[in-house]
């Protein structure tokens, strides 16, 4: 059962930095899609970012181009996204994702809430 825990969210002003952190287990890792998705209150929850596990290939949302960056650790089975120059409309719950590239299957963290305060 593929298990995933995100860390590292919280407060942090306009223009600042925040990293959070998905530790996953539990599973085959090289066949999933690992991706970050956000709900802020009231919205749809939407994509953030997504890398291949197995080739580091990386996708993201125009909205947080050139200011997030998704990466992965492998050796520590650990993603990450990197959030710069952060604004109040990144506020959110930020949810991992982990998607099986050939089943479709999607397993969700539990999230972790940003507040950016301007």
């Known amino acids: 059962q593929v298990q995933l825990v995100e860390s590292g969210g919280g407060l942090v002003q306009a223009g600042g930095s925040l990293r959070v952190s998905c530790a996953a287990s539990?599973?085959?890792?090289?066949?999933?899609?690992m991706g970050w998705f956000r709900q802020a209150p009231g919205k749809e929850r939407e994509f953030v970012a997504s890398?291949?596990?197995?080739?580091?290939?990386?996708n993201y949302a125009d909205s947080v181009k050139g200011r997030f960056t998704i990466s992965r650790d492998n050796a520590k089975n650990t993603v990450y996204l990197q959030m710069n120059s952060l604004k109040p409309e990144d506020t959110a719950v930020y949810y991992c994702?982990?998607?099986?590239?050939?089943?479709?299957?999607?397993?969700w963290g539990q999230g972790t809430q940003v507040t950016v305060s301007s």
């Open positions: 994702a982990a998607t099986g590239k050939y089943s479709g299957n999607r397993y």
């Open positions: 539990g599973g085959t890792f090289s066949w999933y899609i």
């Open positions: 890398i291949s596990w197995s080739d580091g290939n990386t």
